[in-house]
């Protein structure tokens, strides 16, 4: 005789189990956007990888998950690789399996599967650009780095990316990237080609009639970090320079994220000259423009005056005005010599509220250390590089020795020309001394 609340437990089981495979378990938008990299916005929607789930998803511009497309594996509609790159076309979306060396195309619009194609050739990335699909490849064929020390990287038409006649463009650089510390930015629009690195101010364009190099000026050239040291011999071979240069290793990215709208380029930088900024370059004039401070998240999108960033795994939506808002203000902490040394306990959090306050509202930030060098102007030395980072100080560094009171405590603070505050302070001062902030 059968056992009817067994048989009721076996049943529920069976069922649940049947759901299971049905309907596949959807994750909440949070957890996607725990994973989401390689975003991707048409003006209308949000294309993204979720890494961990080997899935495509689209979102709409408040960061909701509309549909959802792949897993893993080495079917058609499957992928074999977590980091995936995407490119977009006017109606469908390109989508690079590194790792397997196929193209998978899809509708934008449902994310429903096209085809699936093998290219023949490692590629790194993919830009849809003039209404054709290029990848971007190392040419072995032409210069072989292991013996020259330089590489010739190319952007080849998809489906030809052996054949040098192809060719879009080719860049050679005498110095390679660092693949630990110095990723490449690649971004494509109808107009443009952008090829950055996010450890150094200098940059490609190519923009159908030439390519150029530009470097921003108002920041530092390459990001501040630590040099290699010890036993170098082996890194002055051409083969050992390709995967691991000596120069710079930096510590954090100088361009945080770009972004291209027409002939415009929107650069986030991470800089100890300006501090956190948005800064645009306009290739038909050949200008720079420091917009504002952005702090706020990672710069993804700009339409119009809404500026979307991605901070904390979620999706932050601005306004373009709030960035220059503060632009004119500015907040000056000084910094006595003996503040590195005591971390000056007493007056810590009373200190980082202020400076949380001032990050989370695009208010520049510059950081004035004591000089204690006999003809001033010291130079930023790496074990206040170093702390800065452990604090995570960021804006605007420079030494001063002539500042009336301004170092009579470890840490005091000033707003634009307004009176000196010593630590603690709290929080309203700040608050009721900043104009720009309604």
């Known amino acids: 005789m ?11 089981t069976v069922c ?60 058609p509609e499957e992928f074999t690789s977590q980091n995936l790159k995407l490119s977009l076309g006017d109606s469908l979306l390109y989508v690079l399996d590194g790792r397997g060396m196929f193209i998978t195309t899809l509708q934008k619009d449902s994310l429903s599967y096209v085809n699936k194609k093998f290219i023949g050739k490692p590629t790194s990335e993919i830009i849809f650009y003039n209404n054709k699909l290029y990848g971007y490849v190392t040419d072995f064929e032409e210069n072989n780095p292991f013996i020259t020390g330089v590489e010739v990287d190319a952007f080849r038409l998809i489906g030809e990316l052996k054949d040098i006649e192809s060719t879009l463009f080719k860049i050679q650089d005498p110095e390679p990237i660092n693949p630990f510390y110095d990723a490449e930015i690649i971004l494509a629009n109808q107009h443009l080609v952008l090829v950055a690195r996010e450890g150094k101010s200098r940059f490609l364009v190519f923009n159908g009639d030439s390519l150029y190099e530009r470097q921003i000026p108002i920041i530092e050239e390459t990001a501040l970090g630590e040099r290699i040291k010890g036993e170098t011999v082996a890194l002055e071979r051409p083969e050992a320079k390709v995967f691991w240069k000596k120069k710079i290793m930096p510590k954090y990215k100088l361009l945080r994220s770009a972004y291209l709208s027409g002939h415009t380029i929107y650069f986030q930088v991470h800089s100890y000259k300006v501090g956190n900024a948005l800064i645009s370059y306009n290739s038909s004039t050949d200008r720079f423009k420091n917009i504002g401070t952005l702090s706020n998240g990672q710069l993804i999108a700009l339409k119009g005056d809404t500026l979307f960033a991605v901070d904390n795994n979620k999706l932050d939506i601005l306004s373009l005005s709030s960035v220059t808002a503060c632009a004119d203000e500015e907040l000056n902490f000084y910094f006595s010599s003996d503040a590195f040394e005591e ?6 959090s009373s200190y980082f509220e202020w400076y949380d306050y001032a990050f989370q509202n695009n208010i520049p930030i510059n950081l004035i250390l004591e000089d204690n060098s006999w003809f001033g102007k010291e130079i930023i030395d790496a074990k206040t590089v170093t702390v800065l980072q452990q604090w995570g100080l960021w804006g605007k560094v420079k030494y ?12 005091i603070a000033r707003i634009s020309n307004n009176e000196f505050y010593t630590f603690p302070e709290p929080l309203a001062t700040l608050k009721q001394n900043i104009s720009c902030i309604e």
């Open 2 to 12: 059968l056992d009817s609340r067994n048989y009721k437990h076996k049943f529920i």
């Open 16 to 75: 649940s189990f049947l759901c299971l495979c049905l309907f596949p378990f959807q994750l909440p938008a949070q957890e996607y956007w725990a994973g989401i990299n390689e975003l991707e916005f048409d003006g209308e929607h949000f294309y993204g990888v979720a890494d961990r789930l080997y899935q495509i998803v689209k979102l709409d511009p408040k960061g909701n998950i509309l549909r959802t497309f792949g897993k893993r594996g080495k079917g």
């Open 400 to 411: 001063e020795d002539d500042c009336e009171k301004c170092f009579d405590s470890p840490i």
């Open 343 to 348: 971390r000056c306990s007493s007056c810590s």
